[in-house]
């Protein structure tokens, strides 16, 4: 049984910092890449980051590049997303999801496994 619990959403002034945490348990990690997903009211599900099992390798989308900084802790089991400069526009639902194969992929769709979510909201 594969299961994702994010935590550290609130809100914060535009510029601030918040560090996101999904708690994985079940075999996927550490065996297949991770990711984080957000989605603001009213669009679509977006990628944000990912990161490999095999090598660390990270991924991020452009709108993050810079700002954000996707890790896992493997001694908690945990996939990290640290957010710094946070922009209005970041403002979202922020997901963790789970690959079960070695490719990586940037498609929701290709994710099977996914957190509850948690809110993070940018003041302007």
């Known amino acids: 049984q594969v299961q994702l619990v994010e935590s550290g959403g609130g809100l914060v002034q535009a510029g601030g910092s918040l560090r996101l945490s999904c708690a994985a348990s079940?075999?996927?990690?550490?065996?297949?890449?991770m990711g984080w997903f957000r989605q603001a009211p009213g669009k679509g599900r977006e990628f944000v980051a990912a990161i490999w099992a095999s090598n660390g390798r990270t991924y991020y989308a452009d709108s993050v590049k810079g700002r954000f900084t996707v890790s896992r802790d493997s001694a908690k089991n945990s996939l990290n997303l640290q957010m710094n400069s946070l922009k209005p526009e970041d403002t979202a639902v922020y997901y963790c999801?789970?690959?079960?194969?070695?490719?990586?992929?940037?498609?929701?769709?290709?994710?099977?496994?996914w957190g509850q979510g948690t809110q993070v909201t940018v003041s302007s």
């Open positions: 079940g075999r996927i990690f550490g065996s297949y890449p």
């Open positions: 999801a789970a690959r079960a194969s070695q490719i990586m992929s940037t498609t929701p769709g290709d994710y099977p496994y």
